[in-house]
């Protein structure tokens, strides 16, 4: 039985829908917020936490993790600037704004930042 997942399959297989978010999340740490569909963002979101607060450790191992997910770059960036700006905050690191529909199919977007 299917019972609950707790994830949504955003109309792809597992290995694409890893790949779509660890783009999304190199992404997002490169421009610090994105304009995507809402259901991506929303999946986006709990990613994103995770990788934050593996960074604010600040050891060796957690930046070998970040760089085997978001590139070596992106990982040297989020253990840096953004871990640094989150050090007492618990949690809540992105935020979520709605936006008006896509024009062309009237997918519902919104936009993903860090707070």
Do not use: C, W
């Not at 790949?19 to 999946?43: G, P, Q, V």
């Not at 990982?75 to 992105?94: F, H, N, Q, V």
């Amino acid at each position: 039985m299917k019972h609950h997942k707790s994830m949504r399959t955003l109309g792809r297989e597992r290995n694409q829908r890893r790949a779509l978010l660890k783009s999304l999340a190199a992404s997002l740490i490169e421009s610090k917020k994105i304009k995507t569909t809402l259901a991506r963002a929303r999946e986006l979101r709990p990613v994103m936490d995770k990788f934050v607060t593996i960074s604010k450790k600040g050891n060796v191992n957690a930046l070998r993790i970040l760089s085997a997910k978001v590139g070596k770059d992106n990982a040297k960036k989020l253990a840096g600037e953004i871990a640094a700006s989150y050090k007492d905050r618990k949690g809540g690191y992105t935020r979520i704004i709605k936006l008006n529909p896509r024009k062309s199919d009237g997918a519902l977007m919104a936009q993903i930042e860090f707070v």
